[in-house]
């Protein structure tokens, strides 16, 4: 349950500590207010900390960020929420302290008992300690579509509806794949023609990575031949016949000054290197002289060799290196294709089985949640026979549907929506088209109490679940939401004087301007202050004697006055 909650700069809430004082994890905490004077802010604070998306706007003017933190106590038989908190690093302790900082960028820093945490953690964890219900959840009631999420919640049917979306994903992705092959089966002849005839003229080609450019190469050389033949020969004359006789010379003329002077002999030996590598040179170059030639039939090779090359690069790939690849892919795409005809009766088999395996379990989810339906029938006729609906009539009607693999969405193949008739006589219609503002709220508070019988969360918050109602209505809701405090800790925002006489804790919500700036306040009320604050409620600034002495009576009604 929720035990303290500290709010620093939200809204008009510049600073605020709040302590939740519930007997054996139960009770009713109420809070009134004028409207506007910002019992939302409230609502808003516990969202932050449900993870949900949060806006910039909501800090404080003029404050550089707010926060939001709350310290719950967790019952320990509650394993699932423990595992869940271990499992995220977070401790196994019972005590558990959330929060938030939401910065004036609109960067968000969330904490799960001091340790970093996510959005999506922190939502999960905080959807097993306490449920939200507000307008969003009466809008619910009005979408079809999460009919079956009422239900499921209620048979505890989300395992099995989650086994079977796994299976029908498995059987959608199959099929499609089993589709596409049987396709290529119908293309599977002209696909091996055309296949075999790119891998026949890749292959012909007899392609070499880096052949290309090799050619390249060869060709620049061929196509400038004679120039080559002629400036290596004239190089070679100069290098040979000018040369040599002077190099001997030198020599000569070298060993005769190492000869008389010592000290120059290694200078003349030096030189005289120098001497030998130009005869060297002199013959490389002889060399390279003659194996030059002028060959117009290789040139025209080469030409046509590298068209040919430039002609599959246009079909297969921009290098050699892609053409090859290409070819390999193409070799294993004719070796499926040769051996598609077991690979599709193997992928026929599989869809079968995950075909039969999707409707087993859509059976087994449909059968479940019609026990469930007649269940839950039974049930909110209870319950709505405790909120002033005397004669009131609750149905799951369903819609014929073909039981076929091709029916299944994720939730199954059923199609139904909840029917609701508030008058004796008047046949059930859909709720969407009947149900009033007042109506919804007591359908879904019936709703609400029938789920928090199925699961471990602890507090239950009620937006203004009071809209549209009054009367021997309003005195129905407050019984009920009494009731529901008696093994839930529950917290409700209310116009209804009915409901708020029957906390065990009272707040009021106050708007005042302080130093120039506009604060809300929220104080815990002494009895006597919630006698004023029900007065005002009841007649507003019209009070009297007898309006005091309702509201006295409404206490004392309600279990909370003296």
Excluded at 101 to 114: D, E, F, M
Excluded at 116 to 144: C, F, I, K, S, Y
Excluded at 336 to 355: F, G, P
Aim: hydrophobic residues 40%; proline residues 2%.
């Amino acid at each position: 349950m929720l035990c303290e909650l500290r709010v620093k700069n939200l809204a008009l809430i510049e600073s605020l500590e709040l302590s939740f004082d519930q007997e054996k994890g139960a009770g009713l905490v109420v809070m009134t207010g004028e409207t506007g004077a910002g019992k939302s802010i409230m609502l808003r604070a516990i969202q932050l900390l449900s993870g949900s998306r949060a806006s910039a706007d909501w800090v404080r003017s003029g404050a550089e960020s707010c926060e939001v933190e709350a310290l719950f106590e967790v019952n320990p038989a509650h394993h699932r929420l423990l595992e869940k908190l271990a499992a995220g690093g977070f401790g196994q302790e019972t005590m558990v302290v959330l929060k938030r900082v939401l910065s004036s960028s609109g960067r968000s820093r969330l904490y799960v008992n001091g340790s970093l945490a996510t959005a999506r953690t922190l939502a999960d964890v905080t959807a097993e300690m306490l449920n939200l219900a507000g307008q969003h959840d009466q809008q619910l009631l009005l979408q079809p579509a999460s009919h079956l999420d009422f239900l499921d919640t209620l048979g505890d049917l989300w395992e099995v509806r989650g086994e079977l979306a796994t299976v029908h994903r498995r059987w959608q992705a199959q099929s499609a794949e089993l589709a596409g092959m049987l396709r290529q089966e119908r293309e599977k002849a002209q696909r091996q023609d055309f296949l075999t005839y790119q891998l026949t003229e890749i292959g012909q080609a007899g392609l070499q990575p880096g052949e290309d450019e090799a050619l390249l190469k060869e060709k620049k050389r061929l196509k400038n031949g004679q120039a080559l033949i002629g400036l290596s020969v004239d190089s070679h004359r100069l290098l040979s016949r000018e040369l040599q006789d002077g190099l001997a010379r030198l020599r000569q003329n070298l060993a005769q000054l190492a000869a008389l002077d010592p000290g120059a002999a290694k200078m003349a030996e030096e030189i005289g290197g120098f001497t030998y590598l130009a005869e060297d040179h002199a013959m490389a170059l002889r060399q390279y002289r003659d194996a030059l030639e002028s060959d117009p039939y290789r040139l025209d090779q080469v030409n046509e060799r590298l068209d040919l090359i430039q002609q599959l690069k246009r079909k297969y790939g921009q290098s050699i290196e892609e053409i090859l690849a290409y070819a390999a892919e193409g070799e294993r795409e004719l070796q499926q294709l040769e051996s598609m005809d077991q690979l599709i009766a193997k992928l026929q088999e599989e869809v079968a089985a995950l075909a039969a395996e999707s409707c087993r379990l859509a059976g087994q989810l449909s059968a479940s949640r019609r026990q469930v339906a007649v269940e839950l029938e039974a049930a909110m006729a209870t319950e709505l026979h405790s909120l002033a609906f005397d004669r009131a009539t609750f149905q799951m009607v369903w819609k014929e549907s073909r039981q076929q693999v091709e029916e299944i969405r994720a939730s199954g193949w059923d199609r139904g929506e909840f029917h609701f008739s508030a008058n004796p006589g008047e046949a059930a219609r859909p709720l969407a088209k009947i149900a009033s503002g007042g109506e919804l709220s007591r359908l879904m508070l019936a709703m609400k109490c029938l789920l928090a019988r199925k699961d471990m969360v602890e507090t239950v918050i009620f937006d203004e679940v009071d809209t549209g109602i009054g009367g021997e209505a309003a005195e129905a809701v407050a019984r009920k939401i009494q009731e529901l405090a008696g093994h839930h800790q529950v917290f409700c925002i209310t116009h209804l004087p009915q409901i708020a006489a029957r906390g065990s804790q009272h707040f009021q919500v106050a708007k005042a301007v302080r130093a120039g700036r506009t604060q809300s306040t929220v104080t815990s009320l002494a009895p006597e202050e919630r006698v004023a604050e029900l007065v005002r409620m009841l007649a507003g600034s019209s009070a009297s004697d007898e309006t005091r002495a309702w509201a006295e009576e409404l206490l004392r009604k309600g279990g909370s006055g003296r």
